[in-house]
């Protein structure tokens, strides 16, 4: 069933069709919810279930103007930072440089590395990068969104999302080279 039809048939009131397009959407969501809001899995559950609440009561508004995952993804997007806001009591501020991490200096720890301590590594260091590096990553590289995608699930200008992008990829290779050391690197780019 395409998403033309899902929608359709939701507006109808088919509850299957609901199920069906929570089961086909959840990945998506939960991994909004994983990058901004973190890695608490009850947060993440709570997101998603707010993000399909919202989805629900509002599926009548869509008016198939963009993709269903990219106005489901604008919802989670925007949720998870309420949700964020709710809970730290303070407002993110997406125009604040971030702060580059300290990194301790380790001479050919990845000399012998296997592939499940890279992904680990990986995992880690996308962790320690600003929440809005997380999520432009995320849904660029991850979720495989495109740049008009990105800007209307996140309301930031292209020019903003490019640069996130560009300084997401910069601060994560080097925090992996300083971390664990040029060879680190080429792993990373050279093994496929």
Do not use: C
């Not at 899902?6 to 959840?26: D, T």
């Not at 990058?35 to 509002?58: L, P, S, T």
């Not at 008016?63 to 998870?80: D, F, H, Q, V, Y």
């Amino acid at each position: 069933m395409d998403d033309f039809e899902l929608v359709k048939q939701i507006k109808k009131g088919n509850s299957n069709a609901y199920r069906f397009m929570v089961s086909k959407h959840e990945r998506l969501v939960f991994n909004i919810a994983w990058r901004m809001a973190g890695q608490h899995q009850a947060d993440i559950e709570d997101i998603a279930q707010e993000v399909f609440i919202k989805v629900y009561k509002n599926i009548k508004s869509y008016r198939n103007e963009s993709k269903l995952s990219t106005w489901i993804a604008s919802i989670a997007w925007k949720t998870s930072i309420d949700f964020i806001r709710r809970k730290t009591r303070n407002k993110l501020n997406f125009t604040d440089e971030p702060e580059l991490h300290e990194t301790q200096y380790e001479n050919n720890v990845f000399e012998n590395i296997k592939q499940s301590e890279l992904k680990k590594v990986v995992s880690e260091t996308l962790a320690k990068l600003p929440v809005q590096y997380q999520s432009v990553l995320s849904l660029y590289y991850l979720e495989e969104f495109s740049y008009a995608e990105i800007q209307e699930i996140t309301n930031m200008p292209l020019g903003t999302i490019k640069s996130y992008l560009n300084r997401a990829k910069n601060i994560f290779k080097s925090e992996i080279e300083n971390k664990h050391g040029h060879n680190a690197i080429q792993l990373l780019y050279n093994d496929k």
